[in-house]
C-alpha cells in the first residue's frame, strides 16, 4: 500500500528480470529424473518385500513382520550411506532415495556422521536430527491428532 | 573536493600502478582434473591433505598458496607488511586461522566469492596509497566446508538441479608490490550491492549476474576505455546460467565486451565433470587468476584482462527467512605496462 | 507377482514425489518430502485410504515413508478404542517404536563408525 514510484519501477523491474531468467534457466530432466525415481524406489521397495516375505516365512505374524522390514530397510539405509553409496544413488534418483524409508535414514546418518568433529553429544548427537527431527514431530503430532480425533468419534 | 586518485563514483586509477611479483595457486583433486591441470603450482591429492577436518584444509591451502608465492621470490612471511584475505566460511575462520600462523598485519574481508577482486583492490590502494611496500592477497575456498555450511550434508542424497554451482577446492595468493617486474593492478572498480529479488540459492549466477553487468558497464562508462580495451574480460562465477543471462543484459545496456567475455566457473572445469551450471567460490576466480591468467598475461600471450569476481551474499539463514540474494562484483585490470 | 506390485506401487510414490520436487517452486528439499509423506500417508491411513494401497502393494507401501505415518495413524486408532485418550498418545509410537529406535540406534552408530567419503 501507498508505494512511491520508486518502489514500484523496482518492483517491475524485478519482475522483469525474474522472467529473463526463467527463460534462461535450465529444466531439470523430468522425464529422466522420473524414470530413476521411479525404478530406483520400486526397487528399494521389492527389496523391503523380499524382507518382509522372509519373516512371514519365519513365522512371524504379518504385523510383526513389516515392523522387521522397516528396521532391516532402516540398517540398511544407514550401513549404506556409512559406506558413502547412498549420496551417489541419491544424486541420480532423487525421489526415489528420500521416500523409501532408507532416505530417512540415510537423512539421520548423513548430518550425524559430518559433525563428529563437533564432538558426539551436541555435533553427532543433535545434528542427526536435523531432518530426522521435523519429520518426526509432524508424524507424531499427525498420529495423536488422529487418535483424539477417532476418541471424538466414539463419544459420538 | 574529489579525491585525486577516482573517476566517477566507483574507480579507483592507481597513480603508479603496483606490480604483482609473485602469485601461486593449490587447487583441489577435481579441480587438477580440468582443463587447466598444468597452470596451477600445486594439486591436492585428497580433499583433506593430511588434515582432521576440511575447515582446516581450506585453511591450509590459503596458508600454503600465500608461502609458496612468497618462495617463488624467495620471500620470508616477514617481508609481507599487510595480508588482505577473506574467504566463505562463517566469520572468515579459515583466512583468520591462516592469518595466526603468517603472524603479519591483517585485515579480513568479507566478499563471498568475489573476495579475489576485492582483495586484489584492497592491496593495491595500500600500495599505490603508500602505506605498504609489499601486501598480500589471498583467499580460498573448499567445496565440502561450503557445502556443509551451505547446503546439505555430503553423505546426503540430494539431486543437484542443472542450475547449481560447484564450489571449487582452491586457493589463490598474489603478492602486490611497489615497483619491480611483472603485470601491473592498473585500476579497479568497487562493485555495489545490486538485488534483483532472486531467491534461488540453487541458481546464483542468476542473483549476481545483475551486479557484474553493473559493476563493467560502470568500469567502462568512468574509465572511458573502449568496449574492446581489455583482451580477456572474465567475471568470477557467474557459471553457464549466469554468463547467457549476463551476455543478454550486456545486450540490453548496450555494452558488450569484446573480444573475449567469459567467466571463470565456466572455464574451470571442463563439461564431463559433473558441475551443472560450473563452478563457485572465492577459489573459483582465484586459481583462474593465479592459475592460467597470470602466466598468459605475464607471459605477453595476453595483454591485459579485466577481473570480474562476484558474490552472492546470503547466508544460510537469509536463505531459510526467504529474502532474496544480494549480490556484488569487484572489477580489477591487469595488464603488461 | 507380489514383488512386482512392490516394485509398482513403491515406484509410483516415488514418482510422485519426484514431480513434486521438480514441479514445483525451487527448494523443496529432502526434507520438506519425508515431512510431507509422513504427515499425508497419516491423513490418508485415517480416512482409510492407506490401507488398501498397502493390500495392494504390500512393501511398495510400507517402505515408502507415506507407511510410516500409516502405521502411526492405524496404531493411536487401535489403541484409542482399547485405552481411551491415553491411545492416542502412546498407540502410534509404540506401533512405530521398533523403527524409530533402530532409526535413531543404528543412525549413531553408523556415524559414528564411518567417515563421510569425498
Known sequence: MGKNPEELLKTAEQEEYHHLVNRMKPKPPLAQNCMWA???GGLICVVGQIIMEYFISLGYSRQDAVSLESTSMIFLGALFTGLG??????AKAGAGSVVPITGFANAIVAPAMEFKREGYIFGVGAKMFSIAGPTLL????ASVLIGLAKLIMLYL | MGAINKKGRQTFIFADPPCIISWASIVGPKEGEGPWSDDFDQILPDYLWGEASWEKTES??????AKLALSKQGLQTSDIELMVAGDLLN???????????????????YGACSTMAESLLVAAAMVDGGYCERVLAATSSHHYSAERQYRAPVEQGVQRVPSSQWTATAAGAVILQKGGSGPRLSCATVGKV???????AANMGAAMAPAAVDTIKAHFQETGRPHDYYDLVVTGDLAAVGLSVARELFVRVGLVPSPNFSDCGVLLYDGLQDVDSGGSGCGCSACMLTGPFLRKVAGGEMRNILLVSTGALMSPTTTFQKESIPAIAHAVAIENI | MSLLMAFLVGGGLCLIGQLVMDLTKPGVSPGHILVGYITIGALLSAFGLYQPLVDIGGAGATVPLSGFGHSLAQGAIKEVAEKGWLGAFTGGISATAGGITAAIVFGYLAAVLFDPKD
Open chain 1, 38 to 40: 521411479f525404478v530406483v
Open chain 1, 85 to 90: 553409496i547412498y549420496d551417489n544413488l541419491g
Open chain 1, 138 to 141: 509432524f508424524g507424531f503430532t
Open chain 2, 60 to 65: 591450509k591451502m590459503l596458508r600454503e598458496a
Open chain 2, 91 to 109: 566469520q572468515i575462520t579459515s583466512s583468520n586461522y591462516a592469518a595466526r600462523e603468517i603472524a603479519v598485519p591483517f585485515l579480513g574481508l
Open chain 2, 194 to 200: 545490486i538485488d534483483m529479488g532472486q531467491t534461488d
